[in-house]
């Protein structure tokens, strides 16, 4: 069963920083592609990161480039999004989700979210 749970959200001021983290379990993690995706109230999911299976490629939404970095760590099959200055409007729920191909797939297996939240 692929389960995947992410943690290191939190409050951060303007500016910030934040390290998020997707844990994955039951499946062969070089063949997923891992995404990062948000959520904020009353708006919707929107893609904010991804690698490729195997780490070959990374991709990031034009709200984002420059200043989240995305990397993984085949022998602790853990993904992680490193956020660098966060703005108010990266306020959200953060999710990670696997799909057994490509960044251009319907990742079939979700977490359960951690919240992000950035004010002063």
């Known amino acids: 069963e692929v389960q995947l749970v992410e943690s290191g959200g939190g409050l951060v001021q303007p500016g910030g920083s934040l390290r998020l983290s997707c844990a994955a379990s039951?499946?062969?993690?070089?063949?997923?592609?891992i995404g990062w995706f948000r959520q904020a109230p009353g708006k919707e999911r929107e893609g904010v990161s991804c690698i490729g299976n195997s780490g070959a490629t990374t991709y990031y939404s034009d709200s984002v480039v420059g200043r989240f970095t995305i990397s993984s760590d085949n022998a602790e099959n853990t993904v992680y999004l490193q956020m660098n200055s966060l703005k108010p409007e990266d306020t959200a729920v953060y999710y990670c989700?696997?799909?057994?191909?490509?960044?251009?797939?319907?990742?079939?297996?979700w977490g359960q979210g951690t919240q992000v939240t950035v004010s002063s």
């Open positions: 039951g499946f062969t993690f070089d063949d997923y592609a």
């Open positions: 989700a696997a799909d057994r191909g490509s960044c251009y797939g319907s990742f079939g297996s």
